[in-house]
């Protein structure tokens, strides 16, 4: 089997026009088939701010009512996903952007509304990769925004994290998947003051420890569960760090086992 | 050669999301591969007071200034296109949105700035065609916004009329390419308020004639001649008038011939 590059990119990277493109760049030049998964930074934010659309965020994440929902739209599969793959272009890399809508990619259900009403707010059922294996074969990068659909029409907000695992997933019956979540730190730390604490492997075992211990907590659970539902469900490797773990042979970074 | 339809549609349609609606559903019902092209409509306009960004028009056409440049990035690859793929999912037509940038499909170099600067808006270069080729064989609907790219990382407003016909030229080499204008009106008329006074064939000689008579002026002679230039160019077809001249048989419209 092909090996098969996810990687995820989050704000900290999006907001940083010179941090972009020199990520870009080097992503560029990876070898073999490869996908990018990109959040959507503040850019949302200052949208919102400057159309008087109100902010309304639950545990780190978007209530996303009908105007939320078009600004993020517009934010992040116009502004955010076409200045990427424009930017690809330029270093020889063939691109082209998607949401979960186009090609039936990704296929989503609106969250229920209890305990907690997100809005437009997707959690993913289905990941449909033909039409990107064809792709993949000819040489093209897809470039995903975090927007799914539900075949009735309906745009959903989803989380970036969990597009990635699920996209990852869903390639697995057909490549060897290795899963990358770019982030602002080396990986897990023990002492989050400390970017060289880096955890270098943890599993399922040694997880529920670090949990107890309160070294991983708050933002970085649901990110370890995307990790770990990636690792139970045939992705071969998934790692978590700065995007220097794709491009330098020395870095820091934690590797995810079952 | 197997026949491929050109189809664009303006912002009659698009600003109405019943029309657009019932658009997409006959729309998906056509048989044989198909691109769409979509404009903007109002909705940038919209954005853009929204936004307090100036809006600045010259003979219809639009000055587009960096924050222009982002509203039209995510109206139209964003909101609009990411609209019209779901709503084509939900028709069974397997579709993906394009700009240029996207497969790096459509290269247009910026506009001179004299004799009037308008800013970040492109000039067709050169189509590449091979990608959406692959997706046409595979029963996938490529769908365009007004948005093209330089190569060079910039995107570039792109009037869409061109962009549908500068396509319609670029698949011509590999299918018998058929371009649709369609708009609010039966076709050329040869008196504007009457719907039915359609002019049925127009040809490089009557065109002349036409423009001499002021039956073809303003918003319509550029239009006629992205017409002209596909004609002229080895597309098999070129048409103009309202969507029904694609549904139904016995629809008025206007057919461009050399």
Do not use: W
């Amino acid at each position: 089997m092909k090996t098969l590059k996810i990687i995820k990119i989050g704000g900290n990277i999006i907001d940083d026009s010179q941090a972009l493109g020199s990520f870009l760049s080097e992503f560029s030049k990876l070898e073999g088939s490869k996908v990018l998964v990109h959040g959507g930074g503040k850019l949302a934010t200052q949208l919102a701010h400057k159309m008087n659309v109100p902010v309304k965020m639950n545990e780190g994440r978007r209530i996303t009512d009908s105007d939320t929902l078009d600004i993020i739209t517009m934010v992040y599969a116009g502004k955010i996903n076409k200045n990427i793959v424009a930017q690809l272009q330029v270093n020889d890399c063939n691109a082209i952007g998607f949401s979960g809508a186009d090609g039936n990619t990704i296929v989503s259900e609106k969250r229920p509304t209890q305990p907690i009403d997100y809005g437009f707010v997707g959690d993913v059922k289905q990941v449909n990769t033909k039409t990107l294996e064809v792709l993949l074969n000819h040489n093209i990068t897809p470039v995903f925004c975090a927007i799914t659909h539900d075949e009735n029409g309906q745009l959903l907000n989803t989380n970036a994290d969990t597009i990635a695992s699920e996209l990852a997933i869903g390639f697995a019956k057909h490549y060897k998947t290795e899963l990358y979540y770019c982030f602002e730190k080396n990986g897990v730390l023990k002492d989050i003051n400390d970017d060289d604490s880096v955890v270098e492997n943890i599993n399922t075992k040694t997880y529920q420890n670090l949990i107890n211990e309160g070294i991983i907590a708050d933002g970085m659970l649901p990110k370890l569960n995307n990790c770990f539902y990636a690792i139970n469900n045939d992705v071969n490797k998934v790692c978590i760090g700065k995007p220097s773990m794709l491009f330098e042979t020395n870095s820091l970074y934690t590797t995810i086992e079952k």
